[in-house]
Nanobody, 130 residues
Framework: QVQLVESGGGWVQPGGSLRLSCAAS??????VGWFRQAPGQERERVSC????????FYADSVRGRFTISRDSAKNTVYLEMNNLQPEDTAVYYC?????????????????????????WGQGTQVTVSS
């Protein structure tokens, strides 16, 4: 059974840190993207890693604070989030595929067809407040 399971969300004060995990079963991860959606807002791209790319993708709003990494042995991708701010509050989703697709193509495809795409995680809430 193909499944993505996210974990690691929670509540943290501004300036704090969290690490999200996206673990896959039923297929080998290649391209993995993290997205987030705040109440009343569109889902937005956060970060992505792919074997097709030389370096990961980060949205401008998180670059320098968030780090994406991969543990191939565990078939898991992580999103280390540091210096979290209230504007980072959202439900965070991972999406993935076994195909060797660039992050650019993957992100654009998912943002356009997010409701049709099957391989999303269930989402994990991140709340940053004092």
């Amino acid at each position: 059974q193909v499944q993505l399971v996210e974990s690691g969300g929670g509540w943290v004060q501004p300036g704090g840190s969290l690490r999200l995990s996206c673990a896959a079963s039923g297929f080998r991860l290649d391209v993995v993207g993290w997205f987030r959606q705040a109440p009343g807002q569109e889902r937005e791209r956060v970060s992505c890693v792919s074997s097709r790319d030389d370096s990961p993708f980060y949205a401008d709003s998180v670059r320098g604070r968030f780090t994406i990494s991969r543990d191939s042995a565990k078939n898991t991708v992580y999103l280390e989030m540091n210096n979290l701010q209230p504007e980072d509050t959202a439900v965070y989703y991972c999406a993935a595929n076994h195909l060797r697709t660039t992050c650019s193509t993957f992100i654009e495809t998912l943002l356009e067809y997010q409701h049709e795409y099957k391989f999303w995680g269930q989402g994990t809430q991140v709340t940053v407040s004092s």
